[in-house]
């Protein structure tokens, strides 16, 4: 099977597109789409490659399904809503029973977010996948990084440490056959969930958010150091999971959830004055996310962690970092 048939079996579907905002998908030099009018457009890549961010033989819908799911956590970092992605994928080989798994994770989670496939590359060489993926934001709005202010109240929108709990599985399975709390926790990391609704909602009570890809403390540094604010975390807020708390030591499930990757919770900020409003939005809307802290100063960029009201060390290595 040539490239083209190849890309005709596995990323081309019959489905009519009866979406505005696509004149022309896949089939030609280039796709052509409109962003509605008072919309902004908010675009992100990222790239998975084997070996470094998937285990070769790690089931080819999963993989699809999770390359997919962390770009369009991107865009639900910055409240957009999801529209189109493009794919560029390189192959070892031609091999059917892969492709057509990897097609099935593929549209699973596209059709699940209302997304569209309109283009890419296909090429030969060590397996890897590249997906650009791009969203809507309403003029005037949208989640910055640079943009927590003191006072400010911090939340996470989920269970933290969940995915680095499921790695460890993984690469440490405790049994062979494994029991429903390492389930849960190995699902958290094969299929994370785009916190895409929660997102959208956030626009209207917050500007500032980040989606945990490398760790909280990682993660919320890059907010400090865009916003140039300091913060407080208080390690007993903490969402664990109650499989975490089964599964690991507190110490252990401590530390995933403050420096594992991978769980593609959002981390942001609501001003204390909006905070009762937002809660009770959550309870309507019957969304959980817990507040962890709060922005406390207009200075260097600087974590403290507290336990019990006392300030307690940070760890050693606060993220993943691949040229560290
Ligand atoms: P060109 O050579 O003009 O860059 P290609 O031959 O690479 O075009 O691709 C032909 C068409 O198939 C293009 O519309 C391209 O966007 C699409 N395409 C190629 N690979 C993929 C893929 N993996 N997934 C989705 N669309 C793809
Ligand atoms: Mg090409």
């Not at 699973?108 to 890419?120: A, C, F, K, R, S």
Request: a negative charge; one cysteine or more.
């Amino acid at each position: 099977m040539g490239e083209f048939d190849l890309i005709k079996q596995y990323f081309t579907r019959n489905k009519r597109l009866d979406r505005s905002d696509i004149l022309l998908a896949i089939g030609d030099d280039c796709a052509v789409t409109q962003v509605p009018t008072h919309h902004r457009l908010a675009i992100t890549t990222d790239t998975l490659v084997c070996d470094t961010h998937f285990l070769a033989d790690i089931c080819p819908a999963d993989l699809a399904y999770k390359a997919i799911a962390v770009n369009l956590s991107d865009l639900a970092a910055m409240g957009a809503t999801p529209r189109w992605v493009s794919l560029a994928l390189t192959l070892p080989k031609c091999d059917h029973h892969w492709l057509s798994l990897f097609s099935q994770g593929l549209f699973q989670i596209l059709d699940e977010y209302d997304v569209e496939l309109i283009g890419g590359d296909t090429t030969k060489g060590h397996l890897s996948l590249t997906i650009t993926a791009q969203g809507f934001i309403p003029q005037q709005q949208g989640l910055f990084r640079h943009q927590a202010k003191v006072n400010d109240l911090i939340y996470v929108s989920g269970y933290l440490g969940d995915s680095a709990a499921g790695l460890d599985l993984l690469l440490n399975p405790k049994s062979s056959e494994c029991n429903s709390a390492q389930h849960y926790l190995l699902q958290r990391h094969l299929k994370p969930t785009p916190r895409i609704a929660l997102g959208k909602l956030l626009l209207d009570y917050s500007q500032c958010a980040i989606d945990i890809s490398d760790g909280l403390l990682a993660d919320l540094s890059h907010i400090l150091n865009r916003s140039q604010c300091s913060t407080e975390i208080e390690v007993d807020k903490l969402p664990l999971s109650q499989a975490i708390q089964t599964e690991y030591s507190h110490s252990k499930a401590l530390n995933f959830a403050l420096t594992g990757g991978e769980d593609y919770e959002l981390c942001f900020t609501i001003p204390e004055n909006r905070q009762t409003d937002f809660e009770n939005m959550l309870k309507a809307k019957q969304l959980n996310c817990y507040c962890i802290g709060k922005i406390t100063s207009q200075s260097a960029e600087n974590i403290r962690l507290l336990h019990q009201g006392k300030t307690i060390p940070l760890p050693k290595q606060i993220g993943f970092d691949h040229f560290r």
